[in-house]
């Protein structure tokens, strides 16, 4: 078990600290033929789940009045960088509530 760990150990890379409620803005590269550009995701964290390499994470947006999630691991070679904008004021750690909401009632307050 001693080895494993070792390897996990060393390809783990630093990420901030951030929790479900908090609002981010995610870098990640995308591959189109033989060109790579970077793509930004901004949305409200609805969980983070796992641990080490399999850690993931769920970001929820609105885009052209359609709600869109993508969950996305947190260790992958496709993010480039991850930026926090706002830290949420939740009570739950999984905020699926925010599914069904919509307005003013979507809105989270902020964390100071």
Do not use: C, W
């Not at 609002?23 to 060109?35: A, F, I, L, S």
Request: aromatic residues 6%.
């Amino acid at each position: 078990m001693n080895k494993l760990e070792n390897v996990i150990k060393g390809r783990i890379k630093e990420t901030p600290d951030f929790k479900s409620g908090d609002t981010v803005r995610v870098h990640m590269k995308v591959r189109e033929g033989d060109k790579e550009r970077v793509q930004v995701f901004e949305g409200v964290v609805v969980r983070r789940r796992g641990i080490g390499l399999s850690e993931t994470f769920s970001v929820r947006k609105v885009s052209f009045g359609v709600g869109v999630e993508k969950v996305i691991p947190i260790q992958s070679p496709a993010i480039d960088k991850i930026e926090i904008l706002k830290h949420g004021k939740v009570r739950k750690s999984r905020i699926y509530y925010i599914r069904e909401r919509y307005g003013k009632s979507a809105k989270l307050k902020e964390q100071r």
